[in-house]
């Protein structure tokens, strides 16, 4: 794509159809258009054959539909999948596919590295190089869908690839209005999860979407003190902050609120955590999700034994909790929670990003 040239694929449906409207064409062609670009994956607009042909020679010579380009494409022992994609800028980001019965699912990135700079995580030792476009975010879907044949069948999406959503959160709902479109994929807002260290003006913005998706927080400890230690914005945004806006946060009949819970062996997977952590959760309508630490050189906390993560998923169990224990997938490749890391390109550090994030 050239400088001149405008991505067609960065643009929502009203905004296509003013596009086409100024071009003097009528609203139908840019559903149309959307159609090609979101659902059939096309990049070419030579082949949209029922669009007039002076429009596609217009499009042609004005615009484009920018691609990511698979420039790794790994697939693991348990079958999870891992792309390696390059942005129009040559920036790297990671998309994974986790596939499952009966649910596909797909994991996508919202910024390129992140400035959360968790503890236990490589993607925040990577700093913030930037955020993703809503297309870039959308396009990681299409590419997954393309890539494993999924493009007209259901599947999930959870924002829980390299980034923070709420960080980006502009771009972000973006893209889930565009993901939602009925002349593109037209995927259900019930089969999309955000996932977030719980940015609270962000949550609170959330709670105002005419279409909203699931809601994970990534929570991981039970007292400020450790927490902020783990998840440094913690300083800013506080677990009852946080838990005070889950606490108001408008959830969908049955729907819950997930609790994402990193167990680091020794640091804050004890009973008395799981003690604390079944009282904060008290009236709130939650499941929680343990995550066993993936290891990784750099990061200093250990995975604990499957009979620790057990028996504190017992205490919350017996505490009327709904508890599940993530399953590691794509280990041997690097494609498991926290593993997404893509080398170079980061000025900052990450601890000073998140120093300039907190001023
Ligand atoms: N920034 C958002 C989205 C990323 S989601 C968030 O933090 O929620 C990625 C999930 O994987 C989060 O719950 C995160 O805490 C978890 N994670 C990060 N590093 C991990 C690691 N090394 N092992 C297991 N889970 C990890």
């Given at each position: 794509?050239?400088?001149?040239t405008?991505?067609?694929?960065?643009?929502?449906?009203?905004?296509?159809e003013?596009?086409?409207?100024?071009?003097?064409y009528?609203?139908?062609?840019?559903?149309?258009?959307?159609?090609?670009?979101?659902?059939?994956a096309?990049i070419?607009?030579?082949?949209?054959?029922?669009?007039p042909?002076?429009?596609?020679?217009?499009?042609d010579?004005g615009?484009?539909?920018?691609?990511l380009?698979?420039?790794?494409?790994?697939?693991?022992?348990?079958?999870?999948?891992?792309l390696?994609?390059?942005?129009?800028?040559g920036?790297?980001i990671?998309?994974?596919f986790?596939?499952?019965?009966?649910a596909q699912?797909?994991?996508?990135s919202?910024?390129?590295?992140?400035?959360?700079?968790?503890g236990?995580?490589?993607?925040?030792?990577m700093?913030l190089?930037?955020?993703?476009?809503?297309g870039?975010?959308?396009?990681?879907?299409?590419?997954?869908?393309l890539?494993?044949?999924?493009?007209?069948?259901?599947?999930?999406?959870?924002?829980?690839?390299?980034?923070?959503?709420?960080?980006n959160?502009e771009?972000?709902m973006?893209?889930?209005?565009?993901?939602?479109?009925?002349?593109?994929?037209?995927?259900?807002p019930?089969?999309?999860?955000?996932?977030?260290?719980?940015?609270?003006?962000?949550?609170?913005?959330?709670?105002?979407?005419?279409?909203m998706?699931n809601?994970?927080?990534?929570?991981?400890?039970?007292?400020?003190?450790?927490?902020?230690?783990?998840?440094?914005?913690?300083?800013?945004?506080p677990?009852?902050?946080?838990?005070?806006?889950?606490?108001?946060?408008?959830?969908?009949?049955?729907?819950?609120?997930?609790?994402?819970?990193?167990?680091?062996?020794?640091?804050?997977?004890?009973p008395?955590?799981?003690?604390?952590?079944?009282?904060l959760?008290?009236?709130?309508?939650s499941?929680?999700?343990?995550?066993?630490?993936?290891?990784a050189?750099?990061?200093p906390y250990a995975?604990?034994?499957?009979?620790?993560v057990?028996?504190?998923?017992?205490i919350l169990?017996?505490?009327?909790?709904?508890?599940?224990?993530?399953?590691?997938?794509?280990?041997?490749?690097?494609?498991?929670?926290?593993?997404?890391?893509?080398?170079?390109?980061?000025?900052?550090?990450?601890?000073?990003?998140?120093a300039?994030?907190?001023?």
């Open positions: 794509m050239t400088a001149a405008r991505d067609l694929a960065e643009l929502e449906l009203p905004e296509l003013r596009l086409l409207q100024d071009e003097g009528e609203a139908f062609h840019a559903r149309q258009l959307y159609r090609w670009i979101h659902r059939h096309l070419d607009v030579a082949q949209m054959t029922n669009l042909r002076a429009l596609r020679a217009r499009l010579a615009f484009s539909v920018a691609s380009r698979i420039v790794n494409d790994q697939v693991s022992v348990d079958g999870t999948r891992k390696v994609l390059e942005l129009v800028d920036r790297r990671e998309s994974v986790i596939p499952d019965t009966p699912t797909f994991c996508v919202t910024q390129v590295g992140c400035a959360m700079s968790c236990f995580c490589l993607t925040g030792k700093g190089v930037r955020n993703l476009t809503a870039e975010i959308v396009g990681q879907v299409r590419t997954l869908a890539a494993t044949g999924l493009l007209d069948q259901p599947f999930n999406i959870v924002l829980m690839g390299m980034g923070e959503p709420l960080h959160y771009n972000t973006k893209a889930l209005r565009m993901l939602h479109a009925e002349q593109g994929l037209a995927v259900s019930r089969r999309e999860t955000l996932s977030t260290v719980g940015i609270v003006p962000g949550l609170e913005r959330l709670s105002r979407e005419p279409l998706p809601l994970a927080i990534s929570l991981h400890a039970t007292t400020d003190e450790q927490r902020t230690a783990l998840v440094p914005p913690n300083v800013k945004y677990l009852a902050a946080i838990l005070d806006a889950c606490r108001r946060f408008p959830l969908k009949k049955r729907s819950r609120i997930t609790f994402e819970y990193v167990m680091l062996n020794g640091v804050n997977d004890a008395d955590d799981a003690r604390r952590l079944a009282q959760l008290a009236g709130i309508k499941k929680v999700n343990l995550i066993p630490l993936n290891p050189p750099g990061i995975r604990p034994s499957d009979a620790r057990d028996r504190f998923a017992q169990a017996d505490r009327h909790l709904t508890v599940s224990v993530r399953k590691s997938r794509g280990r041997d490749i690097r494609a498991a929670c926290g593993q997404l890391i893509v080398e170079g390109g980061v000025k900052k550090s990450a601890a000073q990003q998140m300039l994030l907190l001023r």
